[in-house]
């Protein structure tokens, strides 16, 4: 009996932080393009958008810790959690 493929997890969390990051990119830009420079609401706005942009540095950051911990051999390292 063949064993599987051990595949590494960087197809999939690459490709959903791709997502999350085109999704949240834009919601940031629509935040932007919809407020109004002096006002309430465009200060709402100005906020979302800016907590979009922290949310894609954080998926940039993560991804980039996970391509590490691949590239090391540390995969399957959460498992033992």
């Known amino acids: 009996m063949k064993e ?3 595949r590494h997890g960087l197809f999939g969390g ?3 932080a791709l997502l999350a ?3 949240l990119g834009i919601y940031a830009v ?3 393009w919809m407020a109004e420079p002096f006002g309430e ?3 709402l706005l100005l906020l979302c958008a800016l907590f979009a942009l922290a949310a894609i540095i954080g998926v ?3 991804l980039a810790q ?3 911990e691949v590239r090391r051999g ?3 390292e959460a498992r033992k959690y």
Do not use: H, Q
């Open 60 to 62: 940039c950051i993560a």
């Open 21 to 23: 990051i085109v999704f």
């Open 4 to 6: 599987p493929k051990k």
């Open 41 to 43: 609401e465009g200060m």
């Open 14 to 16: 690459t490709v959903s």
């Open 66 to 68: 996970r391509w590490r």
């Open 30 to 32: 629509s935040a932007l």
């Open 74 to 76: 540390e995969e399957d």
